[in-house]
């Protein structure tokens, strides 16, 4: 099977891309390479690709390859609010027509990456794909916005399956931490210590970087009537935890760390917990392997083996907002968030 991954070089992309090869899959990818010189070790692996702004694909870009798997996007809720028209412009708008040039090329499945953001404030209930949508951010709204238009484009030869993830964590080449638990292990590390920046109450559903790209993979493998326009959570089993729970976890792989609140701590909205049961009744061939414990400690030890500092961590290369603003500073990057070489 010929695929095709936008946003390949990102977060996801750099450690889903090699998995998708190793497993048989001819791949191919486009991005934007937004992040460029953010590397944390060797660079991803490398796989004939466009380098091209999602907002600019063509019918020729998707023609040949019969599954796409669509990453490409503003990744979190603090990028997407720097501009909340040009998150709708990359996460709803380039996204419905991507796909549109997809069912008019003949490309049979198309594989969404949404976020569990869209449950917003859904509180302390346990909440299938078929809970309310409660999103808060213009991220979030531009994820629940393209999963209804995939859903309306389906069609006998065109089949579209949205994953809502939940909130990753693990070693990616294209490190983030501006996730949870990469955050809080690095703070740890670095600093000793993590500083709640808010009262740690919220609810936030994990799943390693790795186990998420698995869950891909068994989607496209998985047989058409299983998964056709289907949405499900991807989340780690019984991997609902507390931000202070995850605290917790990174200042256990981090020995003699300790967590702190910040004075001006604020109450999150965000807070939402998620069930993983329709994933695994419908979609087989996929064992997680992770959870957040052996995370964190993967973390731990990766942090301190590439030595990071406080520097690195505070800086840019690994924080996609800070990386943003970076760009459009030195004027690398437009108001629109294009870049301006490419």
Known sequence: MRVLVTGHLG???????????????????????LFRGCDFGPPPVPVPAATKDIRDVTAEDVR???????????????????????????????????????????????LFSSTCSVYGGGGQDLLTEDSPLRPLTPYAESKAAAE?????????????VCLRNATAYGISPRLRVDLALNNLVASAVTGGKVVLQSDGQAWRPQVHVEDL??????????????????????????????????????????PGAHVETAPDASHDARCYRVSGGKFARLVS?????????????????AYRSAGLTAGRFHGPAYRRLAWARKLVHDGVLGSDLRLRNT
């Open 213 to 254: 790209a698995r869950a891909f993979i068994a989607v496209l493998n998985a047989p058409r009537e299983a998964v056709h326009r289907q949405t499900f959570n991807v989340a780690e089993a019984d991997g609902n935890y507390r931000i202070r729970e995850l605290a917790e976890v990174a200042c256990e792989a981090v």
């Open 285 to 301: 061939g996929i064992r997680p392997e992770w959870d957040v414990h052996r995370g964190a400690r993967q973390l731990a030890g």
């Open 11 to 33: 977060y996801i992309g750099a450690v889903l891309t090699p998995m998708l090869s190793a497993e048989g899959f001819e791949v191919a990818g486009l991005d934007s390479d």
């Open 64 to 110: 040949g390859f019969q599954a796409v798997i669509h990453l490409s996007g503003l990744a979190n809720d603090a990028l997407a609010e720097l501009d909340p028209k040009v998150t709708t412009d990359v996460n709803y708008v380039a996204t419905v027509r991507l796909a549109e040039l997809c069912r008019k090329a003949g490309v049979a499945r198309f």
């Open 148 to 160: 209804r238009a995939l859903h309306e484009l389906a069609a006998d030869a065109f089949s579209p």
